[in-house]
């Protein structure tokens, strides 16, 4: 699971439909700097929820041509403190490097997570 690696120099680089594992920090913060809008899921190894949306965010990743990332917070202990991690999945929408909204609610169906993606980007 979440095993879409980035470029062979180890830094993340989005692949286009597809979600983008993010080791760290630094790679979140450059996987955001690249793309115009990007949402990113904070999850956790072994969240049953986490793994039902790697699916539909590689659907909404082709749909929208939105640069989808997966970052988990354990490896990066503060970014639980950065983005205020309280639970998982958490997802964090990122236009021009800066978060714009975020969501934290369990699974989240694809037409929902695409309206409130468009519906912020617009």
Avoid: Q
Avoid at 47 to 71: F, K, Q
């Amino acid at each position: 699971m979440k095993d879409n690696m980035g470029s062979s120099d180890g830094s993340a680089s989005a692949t286009p439909g597809r979600p983008v594992s993010l080791a760290d920090a630094t790679e979140l913060d450059a996987f955001v700097a690249d793309a115009d809008t990007a949402l990113v899921e904070f999850y956790t190894d072994g969240c049953g929820i986490c793994a039902s949306m790697e699916p539909v965010l590689g659907n909404l990743a082709r749909e929208l041509d939105v640069a989808v990332g997966l970052v988990n917070p354990r490896n990066d202990p503060p970014l639980v403190e950065r983005f205020d991690v309280r639970s998982v999945p958490l997802f964090v929408l990122f236009v021009e490097g800066e978060p714009v909204a975020r969501r934290a609610e369990g699974f989240i169906a694809g037409d929902d997570l695409s309206e409130w993606v468009t519906h912020r980007t617009d």
